[in-house]
């Protein structure tokens, strides 16, 4: 819409400057092939449906009374999967909301935040709201984050692993290495999408002060409708989430959310076999991509970002959308001859894999 | 838990001085009378629960999907319910989260915000997180906002009305007058408890363009479990709030939420008969407690404002307490002689008045 100068009066004058966040299309489409944001192609657990009938019990009468505003139950499910004490977890409005949260807590510095030039395009965004200052660094010629670059003078740093949109992941030997350089900065990975191949550093929360780990249950739980995000840090970290949250909004986790996210995390079994077979499939659809001459980077993700050498990548995205299936095209510097493609079933990634063949590229 | 300085230095140096808002206690404990958080005392509409079971078929596929980021579907419904266009609605994560985005579009400005000593404990903790300046303006003698007050230099109004924990109402013309005295400032009229006797403002949206009305679903719509809040406005004031939000969190609706408040805005009826049982329930509730001794402020909200001259109140609170019955009591300046009452059902208010009657001032 147009603003008039004079209407923009009423404006912050800060806000006047912001560059919102862009998220990936919800078109609604039939028949549409949907591989543009990165949801799990599987349902989640079916023991989210009975936790919430359970909220729905007596006419839904608990909906009257807050939730708990500390979503404890969710906490101790948390804990319990990730194998954490319950004092080293926080939960948010989706892991957007706690990165957002992150951003706050500890970036606002003297010094900038370092993170690569090709990641979760949000880091930005968070940084102008915040006023944080940033400090961009290039990842190199194959994508890869260098590890060597993260041991300058920082206010923080924010690495996404496996990162988004490349698919690629850290060893948790090179972040372990970022965590030792930069004993006085809060080093934040967000492992998004960890659960498909990439190691965790949930692992290294215990040994490293400075350590904050975010994940979300958008992809590997099936739970992107659901908006349930977490951060697992010693307490000393947590406590400034809490406080910037307190500050914010007491009570982000509405009944549906937590009932749901807990019977998420006690099904561990559902959880490991869904992640399974989607890297299976990752596995099979970079083979065929391979094939008709896609270069695919090495993914540990449910995605991948893939290119062809022989044809122009928005134009290809085009075409694709012609025929009903949306997949992710990045106009950016470095990256516009990529795409990146959500990991579906075996019969969605064949579809993709027949309109290349038989389609766009015959 | 205890933060060593040494810890300290991860956060970010403003966070280290946040005072964090403190909502009203959820206890877990059998037969409690809960009179502490102004929750309605009636289930949701029976729409919302067959609305959720939609949500749930087809083994809750539709939570592997993200939701709506615009929300559309619920800005409609309260378009059509609020009698204004859809272009006039902003959605959030409950009225807490919207009031956040707010304080950020409009009031970081280089005047003071104005607003009231006695009113929603969250405004100073919003404005200290943003770095907001405030002027706060001491209600008169008998608890009431002085409109004159709010005709001086500012960068920004907020007044509660009904006013909370007052329960007193501004007239819909006295509001109008704040308007007026404010064509540079954005005037915020935060209805979270409008529905249960006063005027609304929504009906002056049209005619000031410096005009925002923020309502909630957790109170006359039973739906505090749900976490959804809104903002009615012109467009170019809504446009700002978007900004923020879509700086800040992309998708803060989820899929239960948003199915459920639709499901609540459509059915008018069953919003307006438990509207009506809890004002009729709030004039019998105040005819016992005056005829008891008790000091009732003039309430147009789902709760009343009461002292007992002969008592403290801090005391009686606790007494209450003893008899399982929690009303919410707050230890500040002018108000620690009162106690916030949530309107329950008539079997609860007289649960109430019994154990004052029978035991405690017996």
New interface residues.
């Given amino acids: 819409?147009n603003?008039?100068t004079e209407?923009?009066?009423?404006?912050?004058?800060?806000?006047r400057e912001?560059?919102?966040?862009?998220?990936?299309e919800?078109p609604k489409i039939q028949n549409l092939l949907?591989l543009n944001?990165n949801?799990?192609?599987?349902?989640?657990s079916?023991k989210?449906?009975a936790a919430?009938?359970a909220?729905?019990a007596?006419?839904?009468?608990?909906?009257?009374?807050?939730?708990?505003?500390e979503a404890s139950a969710l906490k101790h499910a948390i804990a319990a999967q990730q194998n954490v004490g319950v004092?080293n977890v926080f939960v948010g409005?989706?892991s957007?909301?706690v990165l957002?949260h992150i951003f706050?807590?500890?970036?606002?510095?003297q010094q900038p935040i370092l993170y690569p030039d090709i990641t979760y395009s949000f880091y930005p965004?968070?940084s102008?709201?915040f006023a944080v200052k940033t400090k961009v660094l290039p990842l190199n010629d194959d994508f890869e984050i260098v590890v060597d670059d993260y041991k300058q003078a920082n206010g923080g740093i924010i690495i996404t692993n496996p990162n988004a949109p490349t698919s690629i992941a850290l060893e948790v030997s090179a972040i372990e290495e970022v965590l030792q350089a930069n004993p006085?900065?809060?080093v934040v990975i967000d492992e998004a999408y960890v659960d498909f191949g990439a190691q965790s550093a949930v692992s290294l929360v215990e040994k490293y002060?400075?350590l904050v780990v975010c994940q979300t249950t958008?992809k590997s739980r099936?739970?992107?409708?659901?908006?349930v995000g977490f951060a697992i840090a010693q307490?000393?970290?947590i406590?400034?989430l809490?406080?910037?949250?307190?500050?914010?909004?007491?009570?982000?986790?509405?009944?549906?959310?937590i009932a749901?996210a807990v019977a998420s995390f006690e099904d561990q079994a559902y959880f490991e076999a869904q992640c399974q077979k989607v890297i299976a499939s990752r596995d099979k659809l970079v083979m065929e991509l391979e094939s008709m001459g896609f270069k695919v980077l090495p993914s540990k993700a449910n995605f991948i970002f893939a290119s062809l050498p022989s044809k122009n990548a928005g134009e290809l995205a085009a075409q694709l959308r012609e025929q009903g299936i949306i997949v992710r095209y990045f106009n950016k510097p470095r990256i516009n001859q990529f795409l990146r493609i959500t990991i579906g079933t075996d019969e969605q990634n064949q579809r993709l894999v027949d309109s290349l063949k038989n389609d766009i590229l015959a």
């Fill in positions: 819409m603003i008039t209407q923009m009066r009423f404006w912050s004058p800060e806000v912001l560059e919102p966040y862009i998220p990936g919800q949907k944001t949801e799990n192609p599987y349902p989640p079916p989210v449906v919430v009938q909220v729905l007596d006419s839904a009468d608990v909906l009257r009374l807050y939730p708990d505003p004092a409005n989706g957007d909301e957002a706050k807590a500890f970036f606002v510095q965004v968070y102008q709201f006085n900065s809060v002060e400075n958008s099936s739970l992107a409708g659901l908006r307490p000393h970290l406590a400034a809490e406080a910037v949250k307190n500050s914010f909004n007491s009570y982000p986790m509405d009944r549906f959310a749901a």
